[in-house]
């Protein structure tokens, strides 16, 4: 039951080459000390699922240009001219996925679904390879679910037990990607005692969150 | 007048008291400027709210409170926050009223291509297939040239973005209507001649008797 | 933008033969007034998306003991045996959906998909006529969207805008139903002025409400 | 002993510290009060809550915190509210650790009829289908016969709830566990001997040479 460990402890249980969910848009919302820890390791040949990967020196930004990114889901890298250098280079594999799909295939994973019907990306590249599902004489592709090892969960506040609480658009992908992964690793910017969050305003359950990053001296 | 603002000050006019509208980077960004009076449009960014506002004072930042591009917004009273797939829930589950896209071309089946350029700019399509895809009326706003060359053209020879057909395609030379028949040249900027329109359009325009001049709203104070 | 109005009126809008979604578990975060008024309105031949009928008396079970309702798709009758008794009787029809099922096909209606692939029924009466999806290997259901004309919500609070602010158990198929109707009539315990509810606290955005019941004199 | 209080007091050791359980109502809801001392389990209502508990004062109530009968119960610090979809996304998305259900057959494939009989009680499933589907374990808590009729049959003759083979299957003769190979007989109860059970049962049992006394949680206090 005791989830709080070491920054360094949680890291180096993600090993080179794992497949990682990391919450954020345009690093709002992204862990920031999962993320510098991440490139003080050296971690290598990982799989980035994310929304974007922001730009060069901010959150998931600071992995591609440490180099330690191998393949990156994503819907958006216009905003990281690195990201698109290592990309034309052949060092980076990009898979582009409309947002909304994005949120969707990962929802899916966390919820037990098969997959979802969507309209968005039908008669463009996106389809090429999917399936196709008519739905009362209209055209559905038909998304995957799309899970991960480790998701990396940003939130504003925990406690002890691991419930989550989220503060605006830093939400974004952080409560379904804590769904989907198999292994929830969650940094908050406080940890405070069980009872204190409202359960109303729990956005992820603690029996979603296998470790929380606790706060280390010197921290302020 | 600046061409962009010429746009801005067009689309505004499109925007209805009690929209829910999503406006994309860019140009379309500053339509949120040039709102009639007593017009209140509910903005929503894509990340995660709906009421989102420019930072009302410098000082006010907060990182938990941004736009799609990262960048410090305010929020609106009565502003509701929720998650991606709330948000594109909102934006596929036809509950957006409006977004206004910019546009590398649109043809004469009203198709929309604006988000890679092959072998150049791979940016990700990010939102913007959702929101073509999902929008109740889908607003391009985009010069009606390129470096001199139209973007409104016959077929789109980029990728698409979808296969749904927009519904109003606003430029600094005029404001075009795809509809069943083909692209119908609705209005022309002030000084333009719908044979000048004609002349920097690809696509064939179906030009109605009498064209009239682009309504514009007032520029902000 | 005015969406406050009476009762009565917000009744009135809805037609004989009218599909209602009904937001609501066993009655608790079932809308008490508009509830009470269809009854009084006697409006019939009713179809009802809901997760239950409660018991006689109670929520939607007041409906039921009215007579008002011709249809009924829910996950659960058994703590009403009036509407066994109706049903029995031919005078209900009842499509029975597995509670995770009814979920998903309300907010896959709400969200633009057109569908979701669901493990749950496979193998079983539920599946009966239903088209089946393999994917990789997994056999999973087809289920459809379930939309309404209108959805009867229940929340905490309002804002004159119409944020609302579920609490507790009483949030259950609320949020997705406002999501799913073509028109979204909501009642809540308290409407406040605009501002006072959180941003992060708002569980149904106010665009999605089209009309809200005002508080009437007489009612406290 | 209460053949129900023996069979919540066997199943309450099946559950472990910090698991998310789920209680069908009825006799599985009893397996509460029997947790061994120093094993905190977090109990999900499906109607939207982690955290549930009895209400623990009388006029404590309140109107929006129920359980999924309908009734007031509480909360205990740390728990978490949230919406249907939520709730049935932790069912079936793998998330909840185990499920305690009433049954009205088992057969020997581990198949679990529990919700409906043909022509006479169509209640409905309600959250049934869902949980056997998707808990990481399923526990079947129910009398070993009904009116002296078998209730671990060959076959099930009642329409299934799912497919999915369940984990266990506590009655107040035995603890079943179905395998690849069929099904298991694990323990007995106080007083019941293998060859007890195996007249009480339609469906063939695996009996291993040595067959334990059940074992028991406690009683409260």
């Not at chain 1, 080459?17 to 990391?22: F, P, R």
Request: aromatic residues 4%; contains cysteine.
């Amino acid at each position: 039951m005791k989830k709080v460990i070491g920054l360094a402890a949680a890291v180096e249980m993600i090993p080179d080459g794992a497949a990682l969910m990391i919450g954020g848009f345009m690093g709002a919302g992204t862990p920031p000390r999962l993320i510098d820890e991440l490139v003080r390791q050296g971690r290598r040949n990982l799989t980035v699922i994310a929304n974007d990967t922001a730009r060069p020196g901010v959150g998931i930004g600071k992995l591609v240009t440490a180099k330690l990114v191998r393949r990156v889901i994503t819907s958006h890298i216009g905003t990281n001219p690195e990201t698109q250098r290592q990309m034309i280079a052949g060092d980076i594999e990009v898979e582009l996925v409309p947002q909304g799909t994005l949120a969707e295939r990962i929802r899916a994973a966390g919820f037990g679904l098969g997959g979802v019907l969507t309209p968005t990306g039908v008669g463009t590249t996106v389809a090429e390879g999917k399936q196709t599902v008519a739905v009362n004489g209209t055209v559905f592709l038909l998304e995957l679910p799309l899970t991960a090892d480790f998701a990396l969960i940003n939130a504003k506040r925990a406690d002890y037990y691991g419930n989550l609480e989220y503060s605006l658009t830093a939400r974004n992908f952080n409560p379904a990607m804590a769904m989907a992964a198999a292994t929830v690793i969650a940094e908050a910017e406080d940890i405070v005692p069980v009872g204190v969050i409202s359960p109303d305003a729990v956005g992820t359950p603690h029996v979603l969150v296998d470790h929380l990053i606790g706060k280390e001296r010197g921290h302020g | 007048m600046d061409e962009k603002a010429l746009i801005a000050r067009r689309v505004a006019l499109e925007l209805k008291d009690g929209d829910l509208a999503n406006l994309g980077i860019g140009l379309p960004t500053l339509v949120a400027r040039h709102l009639p009076a007593g017009v209140r449009v509910f903005f929503q960014s894509e990340n995660g709210i709906i009421g989102m506002q420019p930072l009302p004072e410098e000082g006010f930042a907060w990182s938990d409170l941004t736009d799609a591009g990262g960048s410090p917004i305010g929020a609106v009273p009565g502003a509701a926050a929720f998650d991606s797939a709330l948000s594109f829930g909102l934006i596929r589950g036809g509950h957006l009223d409006v977004t206004v896209l910019g546009g590398l071309q649109v043809d004469e089946e009203g198709h929309l291509a604006n988000w890679m350029v092959p072998g150049k700019m791979v940016p990700g399509m990010g939102g913007a297939m959702d929101l073509v895809t999902g929008a109740k009326r889908v607003i391009v706003a985009m010069t009606h040239t390129a470096k001199g060359e139209p973007k409104i053209v016959k077929r789109c020879t980029l990728p698409l973005t979808a296969v749904r057909r927009v519904s109003l395609v606003v430029t600094d030379m005029a404001v075009i209507e795809p509809t069943d028949d083909g692209l119908v040249l609705r209005e022309v900027a002030p000084g333009i001649t719908p044979e000048r329109v004609l002349e920097a359009t690809e696509a064939s325009l179906i030009v109605p008797a009498e064209v009239p001049t682009m309504r514009l709203a007032t520029a902000p104070s």
